[in-house]
């Protein structure tokens, strides 16, 4: 069965720090990859995704994720952090086109000035 | 990205009144919306998926008799709770897939209070 594991239910960070994000998945076939950013009682805000192509892919607010197949992972990062980065993090992942969202557990990250 | 719009974004209510929750796709038609619910700290729960002009196709365990969900536009659907109840209470979050590399597009939420 499809799933997404986010093995880290908070992570803190120092503003100006890099960021990380863990995210790993297991699917049978080729993953649409996503990273959601949620703020508290707000909805999902979409930040990047990965289809195919370039391993390496930018979003917004500076964010990047790199696919990583061997390691089956999709982790999110950023060179800087920011106090106002601080929220609820989810990746998320689709087997084909036209499939189920499925979503990982999320991951609060805190980032301290 | 396609612009969601959920309403009400707060709703307090006696418990077995029914609520409705208004999920509008504002710059897309959407032939599909999602409907999902969310627990404290916790991640999103696909309730069902909202087909427009036709059932919606709800997920293993979630009551569609108490979920009334209704897509008569391409750009509105709508979520009833029905006889709400205390544990009903939870923030609810519609969605639309749109665009290129079916991503999906979320509205702000509805947080529901049942008394």
């Known amino acids: 069965a499809q799933s997404v594991a986010q093995p880290e239910d908070q992570v803190n960070v120092a503003e100006g720090n890099p960021l990380t994000v863990k995210c790993t998945y297991s699917?049978?076939?080729?993953?649409?990859l996503f990273w959601y950013v949620q703020y508290p009682n707000r909805g999902l805000q979409f930040l990047l995704k990965?289809?195919?192509?370039?391993?390496l892919v930018k979003g917004s607010y500076g964010f990047e994720a790199e696919f990583n197949k061997s390691q089956t992972s999709f982790h999110l990062k950023k060179p800087s952090a920011l106090v106002s980065d601080s929220a609820l993090y989810f990746c998320?992942?689709?087997?084909?086109?036209?499939?189920?969202?499925?979503f990982g557990q999320g991951t609060e990250l805190s980032v301290k000035p | 990205g396609a612009v969601v719009s959920q309403h009400p974004s707060w709703v307090i209510c006696k418990s077995g009144t029914s609520v409705k929750i208004e999920c509008r796709s504002l710059?897309?038609?959407?032939?599909?919306m999602f409907w999902y619910r969310q627990f404290p700290k916790q991640s999103l729960m696909l309730m069902a998926t909202?087909?427009?002009?036709?059932?919606?196709?709800?997920e293993q365990g979630v009551e569609k008799d108490k979920f009334l969900i209704n897509h008569a536009s391409l750009t509105l659907s709508t979520l009833t709770v029905t006889s709400a109840h205390p544990e009903d209470s939870s923030f609810y979050i519609c969605?639309?897939?749109?665009?290129?590399?079916?991503?999906?597009?979320f509205g702000a939420g509805t947080r529901l209070s049942v008394l």
């Open positions: 969605s639309v897939r749109g665009g290129g590399g079916n991503i999906q597009y």
């Open positions: 699917v049978s076939g080729n993953p649409y």
């Open positions: 990965y289809i195919t192509g370039d391993n």
């Open positions: 998320a992942v689709i087997l084909n086109q036209g499939g189920k969202l499925i």
């Open positions: 710059d897309f038609q959407a032939t599909t």
């Open positions: 909202s087909n427009e002009g036709s059932k919606a196709t709800y």
